[in-house]
C-alpha cells in the first residue's frame, strides 16, 4: 500500500509540475483554475457509427482495491422495455416520455486515445447552457477528456437536438486534485448551437443541494456493456440508502452498466411530465456487489463547482 501511495505521489507531483509548465507557457491556461479545463474539439469527430462504437467509461471499486475503468467482455443484447409505472424498479427501458428523455443524453469524448461514453444531463442555470454528469466523465486518472460533446435525446446513433460542444468542463476541486469518489461530479458548459441555448432547445431540470438521505429516487442513463447496448434511455427507481464503506454516497438498487455513469438521480420524480429535482448521478459500482449503485450526495462542494460553471 505504501509503494502505491509513493507512486502515485511521485505522479501527481509530475503532473503539477507539468501543470505550471503549460501554464507558464499559455495565458489562456493559466486563467482557468485546476478544477476547470476548455476541451478542444475536432469538427465533425463525433459521426453517428462513432457514437454507436464508443467504449462505455465506468467505475468499479472494491475495499482496498484500485478503481479500474471495465471494457464490457460480451457483446450487447436488448433489454426489453418495461412499464414506467413500476416502483422500485431495478433496470428497464424508459417509455414514460415527457420531459426528461429530453434533458438527458449521452456524453462522448476522447479518453486515453479512444473514443469513449457516459451519460449527463440539461440542467437549470444562469448561462443556460451547462451539463452536469459525473467527475469522471470530464477527467480521469489523472487527464481532462477532450472532443466532449452532449447529446441530449439520443437515439440509437442519432442526435435529434444536435451535438452540444463543451466549451469548458468542470470538477469538483476534491475530484480534479485527488479524484476523490465522494466527489464524483462533474459539469460542461457547452456552446450554444443555431443561435439558442441548451436550455431554449431541450429545457433544463432543477437541481438540488443538501437534501438529505434515504428518499424515494429516480436515476436515469444510457448504459452501453452488456446486457444494455447504449441504443435507449434506461431508468432505475427505489427507495435509496446510503454507502455503508468507502464514500458517503447514495445507494441504489440497479442494473444499469458502463456507459450509464453521470447519467440523472431525481426527487420528487413527476412520471407524467418527466420532471424531477436533481440530486446526484449515477457514479460506480463495487466490483462485488453486483446490481447496486452508488451515487455522490450534491453537498456544498457540489453546489460550488455547480456555480462556476453556470455563471461561466
Known sequence: MNRHRTALSALL?????????LAAASPSAAADPPSSFRPGQTPGF???ERMRQATPLDVTASPGGARTAPVPAAPPTRVPP??????????GAWTGGGAVVKTSGRV??????????????SITSQNGSTV??????????????????????????NAPYGQWAATKTLATDQWAASEDMNMDVGLAVVAPLNGRTLSQTVGAQGIQFNGGYNKKMYSFGFPAAAPYDGTKLVYCSANTGKDF???KDHSMSCNMTGGSSGGPWFQDFDESTGLGTQVSVNSFGYNFLPNT??????GPEAKAAYDKAQTS
Open 13 to 21: 507531483a509530475a503532473a503539477a509540475l507539468l501543470t505550471g509548465a
Open 46 to 48: 463525433w459521426t453517428a
Open 82 to 91: 418495461t412499464s414506467p409505472t413500476a416502483f422500485p424498479q431495478a433496470g
Open 108 to 121: 462522448f469524448f476522447t479518453f486515453q486515445g479512444r473514443t469513449a461514453s457516459c451519460s449527463g444531463d
Open 132 to 157: 452536469i454528469t459525473a467527475g469522471h466523465c470530464v477527467k480521469y486518472q489523472g487527464a481532462w477528456h477532450t472532443n466532449w460533446i452532449f447529446v441530449p435525446g439520443y437515439d440509437n446513433g
Open 245 to 247: 464503506l468507502l464514500t
Open 293 to 298: 449503485m452508488f451515487g455522490p450526495y450534491f
